[in-house]
């Protein structure tokens, strides 16, 4: 009775604690431009939050156990789509981004039939090509997208060259995404998704639709990346084939697994790590892949769970050093 009660309390605890912690943070990143940070820092924070929207997507679809290598393309789909719509036909941003987002979800969902068939290496090879593939089309397409010089002449988001403004914004837009990817991890679907990158099998024997869910989560997930692409595309004003291709993509999983990819926080833990580290260190910014190199060879050997499983370390590690002593005294 008391160890359920114990598991009740602890449960109600987490329930306030963690919504508590992020609105903390929150209220701190909303006073940094009072405090006089330069505009290049706040660029950094503004690119740090929408990697943070890409990471969490892209770790959403791992949550089915399923790797896929074409995240970055999705980005680069929701970008160039929203920047195309915009330039062409003069559609305002705030309409072109969440198209962007959808086009990028449709496509994610046309090719989720056909690979909802394939797991582990299989799924994550067949992704690969596909990515590639996005890349080659956006470049052959040249003549909306200006091939391999790039697009330029997007229109911004806001009729202003200050930074404060999109920092805000951009704030506000990694704040909702966020919301939204969590409550779409905790909802059944998302309790589901985890059945299943524990055991297809098991969770196909109690009526879970593998197939199903796994096209849903790639329809969402990637719903998300074109839309962290979209606000991209019209925050740079620019855009280029290199920001989407593979390379992209590995840039995303490296700040996944170094926050955790176990933890919600995991994403963001990563992600601001090895973005805004390297600024505050510009000494070593030439040597930022192989510090990124090292820390998740670090991560990966030592702490499985990621920066973010550090503080459920430290309180592993103090229970277990009270019962040692419990147990000192009791002898």
Known sequence: MNTSVN??????????????IYAGLIAILCIVPVTNVSA???????????YIVAVSSLRLIITSGQLPLAHGAF????AYASAIFAIQFQWTPWLTIPLGGLIAAAIGTFIGYPFARLRAMYYALASLFFGQGMIQVILAL????????????????????????????ILAFMAVCLIAIY???????GINLKAIAQSHIVASSVGI???????LVLTVGCFFA????????????ALSTTNFDLNATLWLYIYAWVGGIGSF????????????????????????????????????????????????FIRNSLADLRKGKKVIKAA
């Open 75 to 78: 980005m680069g789909i929701g």
């Open 226 to 237: 074109g839309l962290a692409g979209a606000a991209y595309a019209h925050y740079s004003q």
């Open 142 to 169: 040249d003549r909306l997208t200006n091939g391999y010089h790039g697009l330029t002449g997007i229109p911004g988001l806001l009729p202003t060259i200050s930074k404060v403004p999109y920092y805000y914004l």
């Open 265 to 312: 926080a995991g994403p963001m833990v990563g992600t601001a790590l090895l973005m805004i580290a390297p600024e505050l260190l510009r000494v070593l910014k030439q040597y930022v892949p192989y510090i990124s190199a090292i820390i998740l060879a670090v991560v990966v050997y030592a702490m499985p769970k990621g920066l973010a499983g550090i503080p459920e």
């Open 40 to 50: 290049y820092y706040l660029h950094i924070l503004i690119m740090t939050f929408l």
């Open 209 to 215: 639709n593998e197939a199903e869910y796994r096209i």
């Open 183 to 189: 409550r779409v991890e905790h909802s059944r679907a």
């Open 7 to 20: 598991v009740a309390q602890t449960i109600n605890k987490k329930k306030y604690i963690t919504p508590a």
